[in-house]
């Protein structure tokens, strides 16, 4: 029973390992696209889309399994970081519009904070569900 629950708990920060290696990876193409004069919206789309494709990408890659047996449904994982990204998305999206005084990277950092909540709670859910 404890080795099954130390397996869960490694698979647990293999998807965090995984989730902030795509926040590392949007924030760095928001930051470029941003000063390649891409508006705030534009840029944010194009980052969020192109750092879920790549973690998408990682996770069929990666090895989640524990014993030769699938410890989470891979799409149930792909659903949670698809509706991250939306969440995501309509956060920022409500945050610049709302508060045109909020710097962009500010606002990228607060609806990502919330929706890696988010994720984790998903991943939690799914995980360890019976």
Not at 65 to 78: D, F, I, M, V, Y
């Given at each position: 029973m404890a080795d099954s629950s130390s397996n869960r708990i490694l698979l647990f920060l293999r998807f965090i390992a995984l989730l902030l290696l795509g926040l590392m990876i949007d924030a760095l193409l928001f930051h470029l696209l941003l000063n390649a004069a891409f508006g705030p919206l534009l840029a944010r789309t194009l980052s969020l889309l192109a750092a879920l494709a790549?973690?998408?990408?990682?996770?069929?890659?990666?090895?989640?399994?524990?014993?030769?047996?699938?410890?989470?449904?891979?799409?149930?994982?792909?659903?949670?970081?698809?509706?991250?990204?939306?969440?995501?998305?309509?956060?920022?999206?409500?945050?610049?519009?709302?508060?045109?005084?909020?710097?962009?990277?500010?606002?990228?950092?607060?609806?990502s904070t919330a929706t890696l909540c988010f994720a984790i709670f998903g991943y939690l859910r799914l995980a360890f569900r019976k």
């Open positions: 790549i973690t998408l990408a990682l996770l069929h890659r990666i090895d989640l399994k524990a014993r030769n047996r699938l410890s989470t449904e891979r799409p149930g994982l792909a659903a949670i970081l698809i509706i991250a990204a939306i969440l995501n998305q309509g956060l920022y999206a409500t945050l610049v519009t709302a508060l045109p005084s909020l710097q962009p990277l500010a606002a990228m950092a607060l609806a």
